[in-house]
C-alpha cells in the first residue's frame, strides 16, 4: 500500500483534492481536502506510453508536434502530400502537429520519411534524495512543518 504523500508516515488510504492538488493522503490528511475516486492503476500511467513490438516501453519526445511541423515545412510539404506520402489521414498529421499523441506506428512513419527522433526508450525517474528513506516522494521529504 502506497504512502500518504503528505506526511509520508501513514498508509494513504483516500485520493482527495488538497488546495487543488490530487494526493493520495492518509485519514488524518485527508480532512482538509475533498475525498475523489481513485483511479484505477492501469489508467494512471502516463498516456503517451506504449510498447511497441519489440517490448521496450516508448514514449514521444516533449516537442514532437514542432518538430513535425517544421520538417514538414523545411521540405516545403502540405499535410496532405504527407498523409498520401505515409498512407494516413490528412487530419492524423494535422492532430499530431496540433499536439495530440499518434499512435506509436504514426510516429515511426513521420521518424522514417522526415529522418527526425520522435520516440525515445521511456525511463521512470525515480529521486534519490529522500529524508524518509521510503521509494516515493512525499510533501512531508519536502516541508517541514514546525
Known amino acids: 500500500m502506497a504512502l500518504c504523500e503528505v506526511c509520508g508516515e501513514k498508509p494513504a488510504v483516500k485520493r482527495v483534492r488538497l488546495e487543488g492538488t490530487v ?8 480532512r482538509g481536502g475533498s475525498e475523489l475516486p481513485r483511479m484505477p492503476e492501469r489508467l494512471a500511467a502516463p498516456k503517451a506510453v506504449s510498447r511497441s513490438f519489440e517490448g521496450e516501453a516508448l514514449t514521444l519526445v516533449p516537442n514532437f508536434s514542432k518538430l513535425v511541423r517544421n520538417a514538414r515545412e ?63 516522494l512525499t510533501l512531508g521529504d519536502v516541508l517541514r512543518v514546525k
Not at 23 to 30: M, N, P, Q, R, Y
Not at 75 to 103: C, D, F, M, N, W
Not at 111 to 134: A, H, Q, V
Open 74 to 136: 523545411a521540405r516545403e510539404l502540405t499535410r496532405e502530400q504527407v498523409a498520401r506520402e505515409l498512407r494516413e489521414k490528412e487530419s492524423v498529421i494535422a492532430r499530431t502537429e496540433r499536439g495530440t499523441t499518434p499512435p506509436i506506428p504514426v510516429a515511426r512513419k513521420l521518424e522514417k520519411f522526415f529522418k527526425i527522433k520522435l520516440l525515445e526508450i521511456y525511463e521512470k525517474k525515480k529521486f534519490e534524495f529522500k529524508e524518509s528513506g521510503d521509494e516515493d
Open 23 to 30: 494526493l493520495d493522503a492518509c485519514e488524518k490528511c485527508s
